[in-house]
């Protein structure tokens, strides 16, 4: 069965310090892979999104995410964590279909940054 | 641009009682997709439209859930009866191929 994980549930990091945030994935083929942000009170925000090409994509407010094929994973950085960078991350993935919009979620992960 | 718009934002309602959510998409969108999250669970997936049709419903949990998108354009999902079960939060995402746009959600909570 096509599944994303997301093996953190919650990530504290300083303000400043550099971020890494895990995604694994299990589908059939290579698939089409989104990292979305949910701020408090805040709907889900596109933060980028992978389709073929350039393994290393780069997306809004200065992250970045890498496509490993060998491990199965899609893991979401940040050189330096800004305060306002508190918030739920999810991945997600679709089965390699351009209409991306039926995507199978992880359960995100809660980053909280210390001052 | 205008986002994706949902209504209302939050819905308290009774056990029993009928509420009926609403998602404008993207102007020009042809895809529409609901998607739930209940009790801070994982988000899933309940149903797609491609215009006003219902290309994938393999998500919806039950009868008391329907979804309508007339003339294409903004949609409603209408829970009735609702359920304690049926509290989380609804998203709504509009797409037009590249990745999904989604709404604030509406957070419905039944008590």
């Known amino acids: 069965a096509q599944s994303v994980t997301q093996p953190d549930i919650h990530i504290t990091v300083s303000e400043g310090a550099s971020l890494e945030l895990r995604c694994n994935y299990s589908y059939g083929a290579t698939p089409y892979l989104f990292w979305y942000v949910q701020s408090p009170g805040q709907g889900l925000q596109l933060l980028l999104k992978?389709?073929?090409?350039?393994?290393l994509v780069q997306g809004i407010k200065g992250f970045e995410a890498e496509f490993k094929r060998s491990q199965s994973s899609f893991n979401l950085r940040k050189p330096s964590v800004h305060w306002s960078d508190a918030a739920e991350y999810f991945c997600a993935g679709t089965g390699g279909n351009t209409n991306a919009g039926k995507s199978t979620f992880g359960d995100g992960t809660t980053l909280t940054v210390k001052p | 641009e205008a986002g994706v718009t949902q209504f209302p934002s939050h819905s308290v309602i009774e056990k029993g009682q009928t509420v009926t959510l609403r998602c404008d998409p993207i102007s020009g969108h042809d895809n529409l997709y609901w998607y739930r999250r209940v009790m801070g669970k994982e988000i899933k997936f309940l149903l797609h439209f491609v215009k006003e049709s219902k290309q994938d419903e393999s998500g919806m949990p039950n009868n008391r859930f329907l979804a309508e998108r007339t003339g294409g354009t903004y949609s409603t999902l209408k829970v009735q009866p609702a359920e304690l079960e049926d509290s989380g939060v609804y998203f709504c995402?509009?797409?037009?191929?590249?990745?999904?746009?989604f709404g604030q959600g509406t957070r419905l909570t039944v008590v």
């Open positions: 995402a509009s797409s037009h191929g590249g990745g999904a746009f």
């Open positions: 992978y389709f073929s090409g350039d393994t």
